[in-house]
């Protein structure tokens, strides 16, 4: 009917221009607070790879350090490259770039999941997908500060958005189609070896493609599909091309990136003990379990309960074969996506630490199938008039406001949220690593240095400030700045400052710095002057 028709195309229109007003927002919020995160584990190596890899390329590889520099070149180097060449031209200091950069390619991550969305589904299912993705910590907080994983997520992201077009094309994608699947395939390869997970579920959904129309049209099937690859060559040529722009290291010898999976599939640290469950466990023998709780206890609610409803309508629609094909081989691939990496990582079950910032990477998936059922009930509810879509809408607003609260009251630190399941943070604090990077040594050092200045504090003449440090300390020298000299050695230490790990002693010395949100301390700074020379360490950090 005509005014139906016309109803739902006011709704795609309103949806489409709430997803435009939404990214606008997350871009503005981003460009107010950037500067509010701090640096973590890895920030200050990620930065010395980054600058190394421009030299690279300025000396025509004679200035050849970036391909052996630790362990790093077996990642790929986009972000650190991209983060060190803006540093040059954008007034800010090379670490806010960083987090200004990682903030930018997460924006692309939630295009992209908006994009996504709303091929599979509609606009109304994109724009909810962009919506719980943009309201869920776990993302959000990540794609400020980690330098590996957050951007890896955006190109997985970019990716799974190429082979959905390409299997919904099929047999004759189109050139922009092969181009952004190609653009994905060098992105994702080219930030870490581990997006090769993505080949076994576009594989499966082409396999579905394949396999279906044979039953109806016989050796046909093999031609399109023969069509269908040979049209998409190029886009792994593309990938290939990129993939050694943004990790050289990769095509120095055909055989790396296999060495890079080979290398990553073993444990190649000494372990370490995190805490999970309230206990210790050396992170080689976490439980098999450790994927899907952190998943039911970081997500939030309303993306965990969309995600599973979405994730069992696309099983009925498989079965049933409700949907086109094309259409049907791309959910598959979707809901792989979501599965696959964790079902495999619980199978060979690796070393499990860090939460789950290696698997930001399921997040966006996660969102869209979560969106793909909000259109759905959307969908139902307008059979039934617009005191059901505003109920519907309703459910969805209450759902997100919950992260979101929790996003403001932890900011900077949205990347350690827990939900309500866990009891938030406060219930999590005892049981799971919180702020296992030690980015809130930014807020204890600008609460030290404010201390000193308001009391004009001066270091005993002829040498700086000493600060014994529990954390990452490289991070901490960043932060604290040249008027200060980091060390472990906390007998010859002025202060100590330490993150609120269970590794780091609770000190019997005056606090004079503290950082807290929702009751739960990230940081501390102590007064040692004039004390006792107290031990810092409960046990080695991880």
């Known amino acids: 009917m005509p005014g139906a028709r016309s109803a739902e195309n006011l709704a795609d229109r309103v949806a489409d221009a709430l997803a435009i007003a939404v990214l606008l927002t997350v871009a503005l919020v981003a460009a107010v607070t950037f500067r509010d995160y701090g640096l973590g584990w890895d920030d200050y190596t990620h930065s010395q790879y980054g600058d190394l890899l421009l030299k690279l390329y300025a000396s025509g590889f004679a200035d050849a350090r970036a391909l052996s520099f630790v362990n790093l070149y077996k990642y790929g180097g986009g972000f650190d490259m991209a983060a060190a060449l803006a540093a040059k031209v954008l007034p800010f200091d090379l670490f806010e770039t960083r987090r200004l950069i990682g903030a930018a ?32 910590p776990l993302f959000y907080g990540h794609m400020f500060i ?25 047999p004759k994608p189109s050139v922009r189609t092969v181009a952004l699947l190609g653009l994905g395939l060098g992105l994702a390869f080219g930030s870490r070896v ?34 269908f690859i040979w ?44 805490l999970f469950h309230g206990k210790l ?12 709780q952190l998943f039911a206890l970081k997500l939030p609610i309303i993306m965990l309960v969309l995600a599973l409803i979405g994730l069992a309508g696309i099983v009925l629609i498989l079965i049933r074969g409700q949907r086109p094909l094309n259409r049907r081989a791309a959910m598959l691939a979707l809901a792989l996506a979501v599965l696959l990496p964790v079902v495999l990582a619980m199978i060979s079950h690796p070393a499990f630490y860090n939460g789950l910032r290696h698997f930001v990477f399921i997040v966006p998936p996660v969102a869209v199938a979560g969106g793909l059922a909000f259109g759905f009930l959307f969908d139902r509810a307008r059979v039934y008039g617009a005191a059901q879509i505003a109920t519907v809408c309703a459910v969805l607003l209450a759902g997100i406001s919950l992260p979101l609260v ?28 919180l702020d296992y990077w030690g980015v809130a040594f930014k807020q204890a050092a600008d609460e030290l240095r404010s201390r000193l200045a308001a009391g004009a504090d001066h270091p005993p003449k002829g040498r700086k400030w000493i600060v014994a440090i529990c954390g ?14 980091t060390t472990f050695n906390e007998k010859q230490a002025d202060f100590a400052m330490a993150v609120g790990a269970y590794y780091c002693e609770y000190l019997k010395a005056p606090i004079i710095a503290e950082i807290a949100r929702e009751g739960v301390t990230f940081a501390r700074v102590y007064d040692l002057r004039g004390g006792p020379t107290p031990k810092l360490l409960t046990e080695p950090p991880p």
């Open 146 to 170: 980690n330098p590996k994983d957050a951007p890896f997520a955006t190109a997985m992201a970019v990716l799974l958005l190429g082979i959905a077009r390409a299997l919904d094309e099929y």
């Open 281 to 292: 466990i050396s992170v080689p023998d976490m439980p098999i379990s450790y994927l899907p």
């Open 231 to 274: 049209i998409m060559l190029p886009a792994l040529a593309l990938g290939y091309l990129i993939m050694g722009l943004l990790w050289p290291w990769s095509i120095v010898s055909p055989l790396n990136p296999l060495d890079a999976a080979e290398y990553f599939d073993k444990f190649f640290e000494k372990p370490w003990k995190e």
């Open 406 to 433: 929790e996003m403001v009251r932890l900011h900077p630190y949205q990347y350690v949220s827990f939900n309500a399941f866990a009891g938030g943070v406060r219930g999590a604090q005892h049981n799971f690593m």
């Open 472 to 485: 990452p300390q490289l991070a901490a020298q960043q932060v604290l700045g040249p008027e200060f000299e």
């Open 194 to 227: 581990l997006a090769a997970v993505a080949a076994p579920y576009a594989l499966a959904a082409l396999v579905l493609i394949v396999a279906t129309e044979w039953k109806n049209i016989g050796w046909n099937a093999a031609q399109r599909a023969t069509q």
């Open 105 to 136: 390619i997460g924006i692309v991550g939630l295009f992209a999941t908006w994009r996504l969305g709303r091929r599979l589904g509609g606009p109304v299912a994109g724009c909810a997908a962009l919506i719980l993705l943009a309201a869920c």
